[in-house]
């Protein structure tokens, strides 16, 4: 079997869960077997403040560590990251490899700059519009879950981890005590569960959303050929804490 | 935690620390016998797994921002009663500061801090060595000269170097679990007796996750016997006399310089000396990928995680290319090293930061008993990381230049 490797740059602001998604991605590749790491990037722990995170996906070992100059994949979690300039890189795209993809949380594209347009052209950039908020306002019933459409979508190009680790992964956040938060995330995590009254009606939103857009991912055709999409069984649910 | 105090912070009457309920194994199986299950976790959360079996007795902690989670941590180690005593101190000097005094009373000392941090406490902890306190310091390498940065460079190990601190550099999460318990160990030699520093590239490593094997965690290492040691602890029975009889050591007459001197002298040896456990706990102070390659790279840290992927990339290509990653700082692998590249044509040295510590430490080692060309370089500091594509391109240039 041929070793996949993804180097991933997430971008986004200051409360959309970047952060969170790298881990529940990347936690949810070696629940499945893979091999990945992650490195956050942050200046002040504030909301609308410039949020990166870097995220290595294998199907074999990984040795390298810190921030990805080079991804082969960029998302970019709230269009914002490239109308106001709210980013760490810039422009968004700098560093992409050649053919590598860039996902953008937008219902409809966004208008570059001639020089722009051209400068991804000439990588052969591959454009992927992602309507993750949308998708989350729909499904889960609020914008908080939009990192978890991010989640879902990513999972479905690279064809891993699969959804049920994605889901455990998941569980591992909300419930387990894999991840260590700030205290700014930790009061947001109480701000989401007082939303939801419960974390098990949180979790059963978080996976749903999850299921919705990797399959809007699919249906699309921008899914890896290895991707799947097995609805999460009962049983996964449960064992997730979903009543 | 007494069971008094634990009652004042709220447990129950019959609450039994979670240390009291370990076992204690000696350090050899800790390290090398006790089975061991892989976690996936943030470097932050290795440093707390590795301070959980550490039997430390104290920990005091000047917890500010780039710290990192470690400290906080390590609270939770003391409300769990992994630990026995915690406070927070009212900035570094005072945490440095106090933390000699406590190793002084013969107990398991920690404490941890970063870049800028550990620059506010320098004056004291330079003063350790001298003093011959065991303990052991995690430092998570951060940006410490304008403009700031909360990521990591290390040009603050720079500045420990020649302080008779014993440096350790991890690399990765796996490290930072398993150095710190070595720390303690040789830290407390009676032939040793000095304070250690466990240093690692901070954020890429601290706030980052990895794989890391660990030991079960109702094990724990044997205590600090205070009476080995190469000075006595402190006399707390009887503490003004004590402190009266033996004054400090200062240049207050002509002997007294030359006893400043040999005391220096003793510490650098102590150094020294700890190569031996050093090389038993953390089976070598070096690790050697291709022996035996024309092209080597000579790396700590996380600059030897780049390092290591730019080897297997070149592997990729056919091309064999050597890594030997520095596990010691102090005392410094000299020999290993010699061995390691005395059949190299070209060796890179890629670090962290703007000094090149390393490329110096390695050149004082090398000069005269190795004929490669050695690169400074490259180097990346102010928090940004070094892309394997950097490594690489200095490789393919070093090969053209000379070939």
Known sequence: ?243 | MSNMNAQAEGKPADWVPAGDKQKIVSAEEMFFKLPRETHFITGSEAARESIRRANVDIAISYPITPQSETMQQAGYLYDEGYIKEYYRGEEEIGVMSAISGASRAGVRCLTATAGPGLMRGMEAISSWPGARVPLVLMDMCRVINTPLAIQPDNIEMSFLINTGILLLHAENQQDFYDYPLAAFMVSEEVDVTLPAVVSVDGFFVTHARGQVSMTPEEYKLPPRDGWRAAIPAMDNENPPARLSRDAPIQKSNFISYHMHSSWQQEVFAAVERSAKYFRKYLNGLVEVVNPGAEDFIIASGAAASQAREAVRQEGEKGRKVGLVKIKSIRPFPHAELVEAVKDAKRILIPEFNQAGWMHKEVCATLYGRCKAIISAGPRVYGGMTMPTEMILEWLEKTRKDNP
């Not at chain 1, 050649?98 to 208008?111: A, E, L, Q, V």
Request: glycine letters at 8%; charged letters at 20%; proline letters at 4%.
């Open chain 1, 1 to 243: 079997m041929s070793v996949k490797r993804y180097n991933v740059r997430m971008a986004g602001i200051g409360g959309q869960g970047v952060v969170t998604a790298s881990h529940i991605i990347s936690n949810g590749v070696v629940i499945s077997g893979g091999h990945s790491s992650l490195v956050p990037f942050f200046g002040s722990e504030k909301r609308n403040a410039p949020v990166e995170s870097y995220v290595r996906i294998s199907s074999d070992v990984i040795y390298e560590i810190g921030e990805i100059i080079f991804p082969n994949v960029i998302m970019i979690f709230h269009p914002s990251v490239i109308t106001l300039g709210k980013s760490y890189t810039m422009p968004f795209y700098t560093g992409l490899k050649k053919d590598g993809i860039i996902i953008i949380n937008s219902r409809t594209p966004i208008p570059f700059s001639k020089d722009e347009q051209k400068e991804m052209d000439d990588m052969e950039a591959k454009l992927y519009y992602l309507p993750a908020t949308e998708i989350a306002n729909d499904v889960a019933k609020t914008e908080l879950a939009t990192n978890m459409a991010m989640c879902g979508a990513i999972a479905a190009v690279f064809g891993m981890p699969d959804l049920g680790s994605l889901a455990a992964s998941v569980k591992d956040r909300f419930i387990g005590k894999g991840i260590v938060v700030s205290g700014g995330t930790a009061a947001l995590d109480s701000a989401i569960e007082k939303k939801f009254a419960k974390k098990q009606k949180l979790l059963e939103a978080n996976m749903k959303t999850l299921e919705a857009s990797y399959k809007y991912m699919m249906d699309k055709g921008w899914a890896h050929p290895d991707a799947k999409f097995v609805a999460l069984t009962k049983e996964q649910h449960a064992a997730a804490g979903v009543a």
